[in-house]
């Protein structure tokens, strides 16, 4: 429940209260600022406060947007100001103060007790957020003819147009904005006017993908088709769940960690789908699909790495960012350059018409080089922006580096023995560390010169960890220790030639990327890391490749086989329990909102 405080004289013939209470509030009126202090004190802590001038006239959705958006503690528009329980004592600070302030005045009766409320958390440093209304009307006219003009202003825009069209993510790829978002938007209207939460149709997004990939592994050619078509209409649902989250302002910690985790479990697990398909017409493609699982992966801990070194540095300008800016304001370069990184829409789309009308192979064998192709092209570019710009990285920057190196307890305890001073070879020592231990993957296959690489890679992991990460490439070396750790997995399975083992490694670098992702997440929600007893038991990413290459070495291909299965079973156990109980604990003890509008993933 949420209480609003009506200030002043109520207007007559005004909707405001009907307004108000259609947004959940329970409304209450105060005279004046002493009225509504003595008003405050008697809402519960725990409920939000919002003080509206009666005076106000505007959209309903531009009240909607200014006092009931969960992700911020407290936020103003012209006439009004909302607090959550975290700065309501910060309000009944200011509150008091005008009140006092205000005591005797003649002026008081014809003031906004909300707008002088506001200039006080303003001087008070509060964090006030204030919503971009762009056409929707919100002010406090202060005579008949202004609000006359006001509600003029007001009948000339329609705000339920405008609620439709700021749903949809306002930077997202070609195929997404022109053939799903025109009628994705009313999908979520319609949920949102039957009660439906993003969280459920997230979950009803994921059931959909489920299905097609448990269509796709029929091996059929109808089943190919269902498949192709139950992906689009799961990718419509994704598209809708941030819609109706947009659309209501249903933002939540829990749903924002649903929908990215679920993107990446839906795509993997089509992978399979396809690959276990394949399998059942004679054409064994685990290693394709293991290999794109990969690739998308190693491109995403591109993207993450490079935002958290960037998001906050300082004299974040180079060259290529003012080119890269330059091209974006050229209409059709903006929509071209989208299309090429194969963003998601994109990306399921092209796996949903290969699906339906060609093979798993050719399906696979397309994701690659457009993956391969996008990847190159977004690392090229990312990596001349760092090199021509002066950027100072903060501590945060390298603290997020660090956490999404996953080092384990045997770099960490390597790098406190390491002799010297801190070596500014962080990035050169990442990359040849991955380059070693794959390539002898790939000659060698199992044996103990791999272990003995795999062995370098652990030391050089240290030294790329042991400073710092504050270089200008210095958010290479979570990317690199991801291709080292799944590449080496992918290439030993494929090695053993047995029946069973790409499976396996396939549900391994599964389990291991979502640790991953769950990583990003929390320091996305600024929730931190994992906590360094999980890193610990799962052995850190050096710890993991080292383990691979011994057992790759001891045992048979067949017991090899197993230990890889036993392995992402006890993985994923750990690392999905920690997990789930974090992101649901964080939920339930009011955890901030959050919703991420990010790079099209």
Known sequence: MSTAILTGQPVPGSSLESDLRSLGFDVRVASDAGDTETLLATVPAGQRVAIVDARFVG?????????TDPRFDAAALPGAVTVRPAARQALTRALARESSDASGSTAVAVDSVAD??????????????RPDLGTLVAVVPT??????????ALAAVDDEAVRLRTAVKSRDGFFTTHFISPYSRYLARWCARRGLTPNQVTTASLITALIAAGCAATGTRGGFVAAGLLLIFSFVLDCTDGQLARYSLQYSTLGAWLDATFDRAKEYAYYAGLALGASRGGDDVWALALGAMVLQTCRHVVDFSFNEANHDA????????ALSDKLDSVGWTVWVRRMIVLPIGERWAMIAVL???????ITFYALLIGCAFAATYTTAGRVLRSLTRKAQRTDRAARALADLADTGPLAEALGRLLPGPARKTAVLS???????????????????????MAGLYVGLSAEAVERSLKGPLDWLIP?????????????????????????????????????????????????????RWLVRVIGGHEGRTLLVTVLAALLAPTDFKVALTVLAVAVALVVLLESIRFWVTAHKTGAPAVHDEGEPA
């Open 59 to 67: 959209h309903v959705h531009a009240l909607r947007l200014g006092l």
């Open 116 to 129: 002088r409320v506001v200039a006080a958390l303003d001087a008070d440093g509060v964090a006030l957020h």
């Open 143 to 152: 005579d008949p003819q202004t609000r006359n003009e006001a509600r003029q």
């Open 314 to 321: 300082t004299a974040n300008t180079s060259p290529t960012a």
């Open 355 to 361: 699906t339906a009308v060609t093979t798993p192979r």
């Open 430 to 452: 990442a990359a040849f560390g991955a380059v070693a231990v794959v390539t002898a993957a790939w000659v060698w296959g199992p044996g103990w010169q791999l272990v003995a």
């Open 479 to 531: 990317p690199f220790f991801r291709a080292a750790e799944y590449g080496t997995v992918l290439l030993l399975a494929a090695k053993a030639d047995v029946n069973g083992a790409l499976p396996a490694a396939f549900g391994l670098v599964a389990a291991v990327a979502y640790h991953h992702y769950d990583t990003v997440y929390r320091i996305r929600g600024d929730a931190g890391a994992p906590p």
